[in-house]
């Protein structure tokens, strides 16, 4: 939550996060299915996204946590 913190007081520009385990989200009975939502949830945003950044490339997606299936 140091992270959190910093960028609440303006004290960090960004966040950048670790994979995590869903199935430990679960079995903690984290409500989230992701740290995505529960940065959302902590700053007040409901307008937010989930973006990848490599070297080579920057990847914004257009959803998260649907399965592939029920992706028209």
């Known amino acids: 939550m140091t992270a959190c913190k910093l960028a ?5 520009d960004a966040i950048v996060t ?3 385990s869903k199935f430990a989200f679960q079995k903690a009975k984290i409500k989230f299915p992701g740290h995505t939502e529960l940065l ?3 700053f007040g945003v409901k307008n937010y996204a989930m973006m990848f950044v490599s070297k080579k490339m920057k990847a914004g997606l257009i959803t998260i946590h649907i399965p592939i299936k029920e992706i028209s």
Not at 8 to 12: F, G, L, Q, R, T
């Open 18 to 20: 670790a994979p995590i």
């Open 40 to 42: 959302a949830e902590y």
């Open 8 to 12: 609440k007081e303006k004290k960090v």
